[in-house]
T-cell receptor, first 113, second 114 residues
Framework: QQQVKQSPQSLIVQKGGISIINCAYE??????FPWYQQFPGKGPALLIA?????SEKKEGRFTISFNKSAKQFSLHIMDSQPGDSATYFC????????????FGTGTRLQVTL | KAGVTQTPRYLIKTRGQQVTLSCSPI?????VSWYQQTPGQGLQFLFE???????NKGNFPGRFSGRQFSNSRSEMNVSTLELGDSALYLC?????????????FGPGTRLTVL
């Protein structure tokens, strides 16, 4: 119940295209869903996050779509650029005394020219 | 403002040895969390320390331990190393306790166990 399933494992998108990464979860106690971006040799960095009372959040070219009934959320990168090439992790947070982030397994995105 | 720093950046050990990794959080951050990152497994939560107290622990054996000092710096220790402990170990700091606070990650320590 603590798992977050992420797909696809890797993704190749042409410059200007839309990148879509999907995540699914089981635990309805999750209350915060961040996405992290990681470049080679660096630690992950928070990209955008959403709470389950909102169905969509947009920050620049990055949008999270959240479907509470389906227990799914996705990251959309519009007008994908070569500089977006990185590994993306979704995560889910469960609060309370066992507060922690559970991460997906990551998606390696390559944006080609 | 300086980011999260981790030392050493690379480490090679042999099976059976022990290792200590260090993490200095962003100034003012009192929470430090540790994660193990391996290909195909993503980031696995090890533990979180806040104000020198362990707040939460992941599903790792007792060989993995940590501590936090009064200046919020944290160390992680792995005893009796196994080949499967080879991984990138990341620490993340945040202002408050719990994963819902934005976590700022360091660059990690790459541990190779031979």
């Amino acid at each position: 119940q603590q798992q977050v399933k992420q797909s696809p494992q890797s993704l190749i998108v042409q410059k200007g295209g839309i990148s879509i990464i999907n995540c699914a979860y089981e635990n309805t106690a999750f209350d915060y869903f961040p996405w992290y971006q990681q470049f080679p040799g660096k630690g992950p960095a928070l990209l955008i996050a959403i709470r389950p009372d909102v169905s969509e959040k947009k920050e620049g070219r990055f949008t999270i779509s959240f479907n509470k009934s389906a227990k799914q959320f996705s990251l959309h990168i519009m007008d994908s650029q070569p500089g977006d090439s990185a590994t993306y992790f979704c995560a889910a947070h469960r609060g309370g005394t066992a507060s922690k982030l559970t991460f997906g397994t990551g998606t390696r995105l390559q944006v080609t020219l | 403002k300086a980011g999260v720093t981790q030392t050493p950046r690379y480490l090679i050990k042999t099976r059976g040895q022990q290792v200590t990794l260090s993490c200095s959080p962003i100034s003012g951050h009192r929470s430090v969390s540790w994660y193990q990152q391996t290909p195909g497994q993503g980031l696995q939560f090890l533990f979180e320390y806040f104000s020198e107290t362990q707040r939460n622990k992941g599903n790792f054996p007792g060989r993995f331990s940590g501590r936090q000092f009064s200046n919020s710096r944290s160390e992680m220790n792995v005893s009796t190393l196994e080949l499967g402990d080879s991984a990138l170990y990341l620490c993340a700091s945040s202002l408050g306790s719990g994963g819902a606070n934005e976590q700022f990650f360091g660059p990690g320590t790459r541990l190779t166990v031979l």
